[in-house]
Nanobody
Framework: QVQLVESGGGLVQPGDSLRLSCAASGGAFHGMGWFRQAPGKERQYVSSIDWSGSSTSYGDSVKGRFIISRDNAKNTVFLQMNRLNSEDTAVYYC???????????????WGQGTQVTVSS
């Protein structure tokens, strides 16, 4: 069975950084990425990356601050989160797809989520 397991979330202060990881098992995926959801808000696209790692995309709210990458040998995707602020507080979900997530909007599998809280 396909499983996506996130790690790396936690409580940080504004301006701090976190690195999220998502280890996939049970399949190989062309597109992988991250979404987030804050209380009372819709799930929001954060970032995605293609199989080669050469094509990346970011939501406007995180451009210039977050960097997505993947290690296909380990079937893992990462999200380096820099200069975090309170608006980044959310549950972050790993996503995997057989196609391009940004282009199609389709997600085939979801992780359980990891909490990121930015507070002073």
């Amino acid at each position: 069975q396909v499983q996506l397991v996130e790690s790396g979330g936690g409580l940080v202060q504004p301006g701090d950084s976190l690195r999220l990881s998502c280890a996939a098992s049970g399949g190989a995926f062309h597109g992988m990425g991250w979404f987030r959801q804050a209380p009372g808000k819709e799930r929001q696209y954060v970032s995605s990356i293609d199989w080669s790692g050469s094509s990346t995309s970011y939501g406007d709210s995180v451009k210039g601050r977050f960097i997505i990458s993947r290690d296909n040998a380990k079937n893992t995707v990462f999200l380096q989160m820099n200069r975090l602020n309170s608006e980044d507080t959310a549950v972050y979900y790993c996503a995997a797809a057989r196609s391009d997530i940004r282009l199609t909007g389709a997600v085939d599998y979801w992780g359980q989520g990891t909490q990121v809280t930015v507070s002073s």
